[in-house]
């Protein structure tokens, strides 16, 4: 009963930007914070980036510098700004959201967004 649909991604050359974005819609009651993972041919998923219900954000070190994540709580919504973006930077970036649900009110879980595409290519 939760969905997370991302938008944003796309081709760009190197040192371009995009705005990832993510909604996360459905029987929500709290969300204890959302997220960007990305995930590149070979590698491991990781974290880029995440923000708490109470603002706190976390980055991994690659992005600290040129990206940033913001959230609108109203909307259960979260964005990813990034700047300068290196071919490095392609992967299949994933939204996350650890919440509750108003069937499970105390329960926090984790849910995914079907990934979108980030090439950094010239």
């Known amino acids: 009963q939760v969905q997370l649909v991302e938008s944003g991604g796309g081709l760009v050359q190197p040192g371009g930007s995009l705005r990832l974005s993510c909604a996360a819609s459905?029987?929500?009651?709290?969300?204890?914070?959302m997220g960007w993972y990305r995930q590149a041919p070979g590698k491991q998923r990781e974290l880029v980036a995440s923000i708490t219900a109470d603002g706190s954000t976390n980055y991994a070190d690659s992005a600290k510098a040129r990206f940033t994540i913001s959230r609108d709580n109203a909307k259960n919504t979260v964005h990813l700004q990034m700047n300068s973006l290196k071919p490095e930077d392609t992967a299949v970036y994933y939204c996350?959201?650890?919440?509750?649900?108003?069937?499970?009110?105390?329960?926090?879980?984790?849910?995914w967004g079907q990934g979108t595409q980030v090439t950094v290519s010239s």
């Open positions: 996350n959201a650890r919440l509750s649900t108003y069937q499970a009110m105390f329960i926090m879980r984790d849910y």
């Open positions: 459905g029987s929500i009651f709290r969300v204890n914070a």
